[in-house]
């Protein structure tokens, strides 16, 4: 459920754009200059309202109000324009008397609209919005006078823009001589983790050598996302075989962020334009703003989307600049693209932008200290905490791996010991198995670099602004316990199998099998065999008679199949730490009720005759050779 102003400014996108086209209109009408005094010295939002943003919230009567009187501060600032705004009121009124007679009566309104683009004040008033917009967000985000705000559709546009931007400055004779002063192949680097897409790179008509991505540090829970080191001796080589080192893009998004004051060296070094973006710049509306993102007023430029934030429909991106782009690197853009983003800032206020931020990072930062007891849980280890990245990766102090084939090493971790496929069921399983207390916290499973962990994010969702701490409790104890059983199974694993291999059954793998093991149950006279398809079919049978016997008695055994997609009996994690000493009984529970049951079953006569028939099958076909 979404808070009431969150919500409420959504609606507000949706239910106004009528309403605001309206307001648009009817503002634009032609006054007299006399009248148009008149009405605004009776205005209540001016002239100091206007570029304001109010501590409190406004309501939709109040947006209109202020919308209304942004416009009609326009209409004063250009007083002589009142003629050609007559001349275009009587134009369109004409086509729509015309369409009157001739159309349906809703269409008339919808021309009105169409036409509206075509008003001559309207460039004047998507101006005015847009530097209301940047004086916003400005203040939210405590920004030096000198970075210049540009607004864009969505993320590729904010992109293009800053493309044009190192161009202009790696290049600074662009703008004269056109795309022939590239004398060199321009270099663009970034992450792997996320690439400029082919088509911005084709706009620009750079060549497919200009993208290169810097490797990362794919480990989970590591400091920062793209590897410093590297990406120098990849600008050396490019200087050194004549490319020209252009535009880095780091990323500050929860749970990777670069290393901006590193970056922010490199680039000065080299000359190169540093562009910086992601959401847990969100941080700097805070009251302390950590380090790390606080670096980011010294990169060239760096974006945010604010939609994102709190989960708007807006998808406006805000590029901030050092000092302001020459024209040829802005591109024409469609009016009033930052009008939703205006709306829901002035929708919503000052003060709760900020405190939303302010209290989603004190949830945030309480949940990592209290997970950071539990050895089991990998965090990503930053100082920023809008948002929690963590992931579960047993810890159990063993050199086994999961795999037979493989056997660990004294420098691997925890982690490394695992297969990356059994990681990822192991937190499916476990988010499943904390629904109860993880629900209310919103918590869910994403992917991070093919790396499932868990995210909980309370800003996305702002009801869980007002959680008490009494539920992060709840869920990290759950979490705690669940954590152990499942590390106590594991660190039992090599036991079990030795146990297994001692009464004379098979220790079978099932892929991506979260338990103590799994073991299917082969007769002794036919366990070196090379078994017909036949005979396979029948010890399948008899396997899943076996777990349902089992199953009888215990829930913790269930049925599996091995790679060869063979039936045998998995040995889940029990409700209660487990020990070696219980793990070695399970085996031998399993060899007793299979000879039971082999004793008593019908299965075990269909494989006798299936093994006789094969026999003098075999003696008939040597009997014909001779």
């Known amino acids: 459920m979404s808070h009431p102003k969150q919500n409420g400014a959504n609606q507000e996108h949706n239910r106004s754009s009528e309403e605001i086209l309206s307001v648009i209109g009817k503002v634009l009408q032609s006054y007299s200059s006399q009248e148009l005094q008149v009405e605004l010295g009776q205005h209540p939002h001016y002239p100091h309202g206007i570029s304001q943003l109010s501590s409190e919230g406004l309501s939709n009567e109040e947006l209109m109000s202020r919308l209304e009187a942004l416009i009609l501060s326009v209409r004063a600032a250009h007083p002589s324009s009142l003629?050609?705004?007559?001349?275009?009121?009587?134009?369109?009124?004409?086509?729509?008397?015309?369409?009157?007679g001739v159309i349906p009566e809703a269409l008339p309104k919808l021309l009105a609209h169409a036409l509206l683009p075509l008003h001559p004040l309207l460039p004047a008033v998507s101006m005015r919005i847009q530097e209301t917009t940047s004086s916003f967000l400005r203040t939210l985000l405590k920004l030096p006078a000198n970075i210049s705000t540009y607004f864009s559709r969505d993320d590729e546009e904010a992109w293009l823009l800053v493309l044009r931007a190192a161009l202009n400055k790696g290049f600074p004779t662009l703008a004269t001589s056109g795309y022939p002063a590239i004398n060199s192949i321009p270099v663009i680097y970034t992450s792997a983790s996320r690439s400029v897409t082919e088509r911005l790179r084709l706009q620009l008509f750079l060549p497919s050598e200009s993208i290169r991505n810097v490797p990362i540090n794919k480990k989970f829970g590591s400091s920062h996302c793209m590897n410093v080191e590297t990406l120098q001796a990849m600008i050396e080589e490019d200087k050194n075989n004549g490319r020209t080192p252009l535009l880095i893009f780091a990323s500050a998004c929860s749970?990777?962020?670069?290393?901006?004051?590193?970056?922010?060296?490199?680039?000065?070094?080299?000359?190169?334009?540093?562009?910086?973006?992601?959401?847990?710049?969100?941080?700097?509306?805070?009251?302390?703003?950590?380090?790390?993102?606080?670096?980011?007023?010294?990169?060239?430029?760096?974006?945010?989307?604010?939609?994102?934030?709190?989960?708007?429909?807006?998808?406006?991106?805000?590029t901030f600049v050092k000092n302001k782009l020459n024209s040829f690197v802005t591109l024409p853009s469609s009016p009033f693209i930052p009008l939703p983003l205006w709306l829901h800032t002035l929708r919503l206020g000052h003060n709760y932008i900020k405190n939303s931020i302010t209290r989603a990072a004190d949830l945030s930062s309480y949940l990592a200290r209290k997970l950071s007891s539990n050895k089991s849980i990998n965090l990503d280890s930053h100082e920023i905490h809008l948002s929690v990245l963590f992931r579960y990766s047993p810890s159990t102090n063993l050199l086994e791996s999961l795999s037979t084939t493989a056997q660990a090493t004294q420098s691997q971790s925890d982690e490394e010991r695992f297969e990356p496929n059994l990681l990822n069921k192991l937190n499916k399983q476990l988010l499943v198995d904390l629904n109860e207390t993880a629900t209310p916290l919103g918590i869910e499973l994403i992917a991070v670099n093919d790396v499932h962990c868990f995210s909980f994010n309370p800003l996305k969702n702002c009801e869980l602004l007002k959680l008490s701490y009494s539920f992060i409790d709840k869920f990290v104890t759950s979490l705690g316990v669940e954590t152990n059983l499942i590390d106590a199974t594991m660190r039992c694993r090599a036991h079990f199998r030795q146990a297994v291999i001692q009464e004379g059954l098979e220790y079978v793998e099932v892929p991506n099998f979260v338990g103590l093991g799994a073991v299917r149950y082969v007769p002794t006279y036919l366990a070196t065999?090379?078994?017909?398809?036949?005979?396979?079919?029948?010890?399948?049978?008899?396997?899943?008679?076996?777990?349902?016997?089992?199953?009888?008695?215990?829930?913790?055994?269930?049925?599996?199949?091995?790679?060869?997609?063979?039936?045998?009996?998995?040995?889940?994690?029990?409700?209660?730490?487990?020990?070696?000493?219980i793990a070695i009984k399970y085996p031998k529970l399993i060899k007793q009720t299979a000879d039971t049951l082999e004793t008593n079953s019908k299965i075990v006569e269909n494989i006798a005759e299936l093994v006789l028939k094969g026999i003098h099958e075999a003696e008939e076909e040597i009997q014909r050779q001779k």
């Open 83 to 100: 003629n050609s705004v007559q001349d275009f009121n009587r134009r369109q009124a004409v086509l729509q008397a015309t369409a009157d």
């Open 255 to 318: 749970g990777f962020v670069d290393d901006i004051h590193a970056l922010r060296r490199l680039a000065d070094d080299h000359s190169i334009w540093l562009h910086v973006e992601g959401d847990a710049l969100a941080m700097l509306v805070s009251n302390t703003v950590p380090p790390s993102i606080g670096a980011v007023i010294y990169a060239n430029s760096f974006s945010i989307t604010p939609g994102r934030w709190f989960d708007f429909v807006s998808s406006t991106t805000c």
């Open 529 to 581: 065999a090379n078994l017909a398809p036949e005979v396979q079919s029948e010890l399948d049978s008899l396997n899943a008679a076996l777990v349902v016997r089992l199953q009888q008695d215990d829930q913790l055994f269930s049925e599996g199949r091995t790679i060869d997609s063979h039936v045998c009996v998995c040995i889940g994690v029990d409700t209660k730490p487990i020990t070696p000493e």
